[in-house]
T-cell receptor
């Protein structure tokens, strides 16, 4: 069983919609979690870190639920430019384990 | 801004060739990583290094080796390339404490083995 799992989607949403992704992890010892954004044929880029208290960056909100072992990403007021694959990552000591990514397509 | 540079954007090699993928980072990061990314399989960790001359196997080390002679440079070596090693290879670096410094990726090397 993969340590980090995501729904691959695709999620097709209209511009302006709110969309949420979840990601579950199996390693209860994981301490650090992150969301990355990856555009087609490009490298993953850090979107935001995820803290137990939750954190917000503009239209993006990330949450960590340690009891249920999942992290979430909420995108409000979706833009066409948000279309990408979103990867969640959780640490396994020195390295990050990643989910396979969730594909988001925002349509006009 | 952290810069992780991979020496080649695209490579085409023949089966059986020895292949070197080079990665350099300019932020004095202790940790360096090699992942490969394949459709439907996501990012998989091949090897990582947390210090000069130190290396640790990741999830799929078979067919690969690594070298870290200097802190800023981490090389991935395919001793005898095979067609199932055709993939996108991504190098990354971070500070030792992941919570304070998540991974920063290079722009990838797309390797084709024919």
């Amino acid at each position: 069983r993969k340590e980090v799992e995501q729904d691959p989607g695709p999620f097709n949403v209209p511009e302006g919609a709110t969309v949420a992704f979840n990601c579950t992890y199996s390693n209860s010892a994981s301490q650090s979690f992150f969301w990355y954004r990856q555009d087609c044929r490009k490298e993953p880029k850090l979107l935001m870190s995820v803290y137990s208290s939750g954190n917000e960056d503009g239209r993006f909100t990330a949450q960590l639920n340690r009891a249920s072992q999942y992290i979430s990403l909420l995108i409000r007021d979706s833009k066409l430019s948000d279309s990408a694959t979103y990867l969640c990552g959780g640490d396994s000591g020195y390295a990050l384990n990643f989910g396979k990514g969730t594909s988001l397509l925002v349509t006009p | 801004d952290v810069k992780v540079t991979q020496s080649s954007r695209y490579l085409v090699k023949r089966t059986g060739e020895k292949v070197f993928l080079e990665c350099v980072q300019d932020m004095d990061h202790e940790n360096m990583f090699w992942y490969r990314q394949d459709p439907g399989l996501g990012l998989r960790l091949i090897y990582f290094s947390y210090d000069v001359k130190m290396k640790e196997k990741g999830d799929i080390p078979e067919g690969y080796s690594v070298s870290r002679e200097k802190k800023e440079r981490f090389s991935l070596i395919l001793e005898s390339a095979s067609t199932n090693q055709t993939s996108m290879y991504l190098c990354a670096s971070s500070l030792r404490q992941l919570e304070s410094s998540p991974l920063h990726f290079g722009n990838g090397t797309r390797l084709t083995v024919t």
